[in-house]
């Protein structure tokens, strides 16, 4: 997908446009081979430059060639695996090219540049192409700390569940949020040294009027990173609990179950003694034997039951 917007100089009016004009942002969204060919060869930017971004096992970096200047970000995704949500990270391409045009390449639809298309961000003009940077930069330090919001909130829930838990879903579940963790730290230090670049003046021009937006993506930035580690400590002694809690708990199940089979194997050894073939006398012509043995049957399995109960077996 290929879509161009503008920010009139006078009115400062932000819209789509159909052609390439200077100070424009073009905006790529898994674009086919044709949008790339038509973005290289009305921006010169290298074809090869645009595709090489496009592996989803790029990396955040700052690279430069031949008048365009390439800053290379981690994004987090939801990525659904197993009926599990895991967060994972894809690669955001910023390209500012000869100063006159802002490019962005995603493998995918990133909702935080959709607050920037639809004109929720505040003081965002495609022409102050520095500004524009750090407010993205600074939307998806924001968006990493919602998500680990999120899974703080997903690590209560499970906690709250794993106490009667005799399943390895839940133990699952968590290993899911562990690896997500793993993504977002890597991601999020990354980034953060593509920020330090930044901040030392050799990749943007920055201005004074931005410098305050920057650090305060560069504080959210290792705010998040603090976040995601302690998240990930917590998660690490959750998930030993976990596993030890479902231990626990099945073998709690096959003690009862031990118990229970005890309690109801005397009704049985009762009836199955006197069926064998021994002489009772008199007893066998009584009318109440049954009843009598039943009773008799129920009074060793009550004892049985107490005896187990109060070695805590039952």
């Known amino acids: 997908m290929l879509r161009i917007y503008n920010t009139d100089l006078n009115t400062n009016e932000f819209h789509k446009i159909q052609d390439f004009e200077i100070g424009c942002w073009v905006n790529l969204v898994s674009p086919t081979m044709d949008e790339i060919n038509v973005v290289s060869s009305s921006l010169g930017i290298k074809k090869e430059f645009l595709v090489s971004i496009l592996d989803d096992n790029e990396k955040p ?4 060639e031949e008048g365009c200047k390439m800053l290379l970000l981690d994004v987090p995704v939801s990525n659904k695996n197993e009926n599990r949500e895991e967060i994972k990270t894809l690669p955001l391409a910023i390209l500012v090219v000869r100063n006159d045009y802002i490019v962005t390449v995603s493998l995918q639809k990133y909702s935080f540049l959709d607050d920037f298309t639809k004109g929720k961000v505040k003081e965002f003009y495609t022409y102050k192409k520095s500004r524009f940077i750090i407010q993205m930069i600074y ?23 794993i106490l009667n838990s005799t399943k390895n879903e839940e133990l699952l579940n968590l290993l899911a949020l562990e690896n997500s ?6 991601a999020l230090r990354s980034n953060g040294v593509v920020l330090d670049k930044i901040r030392k003046g050799n990749v943007i021009e920055l201005y ?6 920057l650090d305060d993506a560069i504080i959210e930035n290792n705010q998040a990173v603090e976040m995601a580690d302690l998240y990930r400590g917590i998660l690490s002694s959750t998930t030993d609990a976990v596993a030890t809690i479902i231990s626990n708990n099945l073998n709690s199940i096959m003690k009862f179950l031990a118990g229970i089979t005890i309690v109801l194997s005397i009704p049985t050894m009762v009836s199955s003694f006197m069926g064998m073939n021994v002489n009772f006398g008199e007893y ?28 805590n077996l039952l």
């Open 208 to 213: 004074v009027e931005d410098e305050d937006l």
């Open 284 to 311: 066998v012509h009584n009318p109440f034997a049954a009843l009598l043995l039943l009773l008799i049957s129920i009074l060793l399995s009550l004892i049985v039951a107490l005896i187990l109960k109060w070695k």
């Open 61 to 64: 970096r700052i690279d430069e």
């Open 181 to 186: 963790l793993t993504y977002i730290i890597t």
């Open 139 to 161: 939307r998806l330090a924001v968006l990493y700390l919602r998500i680990l919001k999120d899974i703080d909130n997903r690590i209560e829930t499970a906690e709250g569940r």
